[in-house]
């Protein structure tokens, strides 16, 4: 069963663009990166698209579909009616190199400021020890497959340019908890995520989390339990001098 489908398609560059219109070939069992690839093949030779792994795993072929960030690889067609005209546009967060792709090097800058795992200085790699339950904990965020979709839909940057210089996003607020949750690092997560990373800017709306083709529970397990180490260190003084003495 096949269909001729009703697409549109942002074409531009940095300077400028604009939705154009398409009627492409829809097959049974289709997702949106097909219909992109033979619209390739067929009509326009030189849209740009970024894609790789053709299954959820590479994190490459973001964009937004009807305006919702998705995964073109992830996106079936039947979710559509037929006689719908569905709109594909690039992530609006991040610059425009040309048609559906954008420069995502602000994630790359944002993951280089995060410190990286510090094990105490007197324990050597092969000595690591870990509880499963700790380990666990971890686990859900390394799921992530760095497609940047939940740093294209916060609002904290999607819609301030200007807070880009002191939010690093959820992936790499993430980050930060993943750090703060392992027993075994020394560093300072908690201060360096209020003060370094922008967590007071994040007012839990979640929008991260529905987004997230990994369904990470961002929010709930990473973000809210650092902003709740953030008030436990800023006004409970016991826990304070206990952090400061012990570390967790
Ligand atoms: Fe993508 Fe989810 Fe990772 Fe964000 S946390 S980059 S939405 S996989
Ligand atoms: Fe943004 Fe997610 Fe917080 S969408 S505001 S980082 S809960
Ligand atoms: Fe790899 Fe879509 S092409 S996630």
């Not at 093949?41 to 053709?54: E, G, I, Y």
């Not at 072929?61 to 690889?73: D, H, Q, T, V």
């Not at 904290?156 to 790499?172: C, I, L, Q, T, Y």
């Not at 979640?206 to 529970?217: A, F, L, T, W, Y």
Request: aromatic content about 8%.
């Amino acid at each position: 069963m096949s269909y001729q489908g009703k697409f549109r398609v942002w074409r531009g560059d940095d300077s400028g663009g604009a939705l154009e219109d398409f009627t492409v070939e829809v097959n049974e069992g289709e997702v949106v990166l097909d219909i992109i690839h033979r619209l390739q093949a067929t009509q326009t030779p030189d849209l740009a698209v970024r894609w790789n792994c053709k299954a959820g795993k590479c994190g490459s072929c973001s964009a937004e579909i009807n305006g919702r960030p998705r995964l073109l690889c992830m996106t079936r067609m039947s979710v559509f009616e037929e006689s719908e005209t569905i709109t594909v546009t690039p992530m609006r967060t991040f610059p425009i190199i040309r048609d559906l792709v954008t420069d995502v090097s602000f994630n790359y800058t944002k993951a280089r400021e995060v410190p990286s795992f510090t094990p105490p200085k007197d324990l050597a790699p092969g000595e690591y020890r870990m509880q499963q339950v700790d380990v666990e904990r971890s686990q859900e965020f390394r799921k992530c497959i760095e497609c940047f979709l939940c740093q294209n839909t916060c609002h904290v940057v999607r819609d301030h340019e200007e807070n880009k210089e002191a939010f690093s996003g959820p992936r790499f607020l993430m980050r930060v908890a993943e750090l703060e949750m392992h027993p075994l690092d020394t560093a300072d997560r908690v201060d360096q995520a209020q003060d370094d990373h922008g967590l007071g800017l994040c007012n839990i709306t979640k929008c991260c989390s529905e987004v997230c083709p990994e369904h990470i529970h961002i929010t709930d397990n990473a973000l809210i339990p650092m902003k709740e180490r953030v008030a436990d260190r800023k006004y409970d003084p016991i826990v304070w001098l206990g952090n400061k003495l012990f570390k967790r």
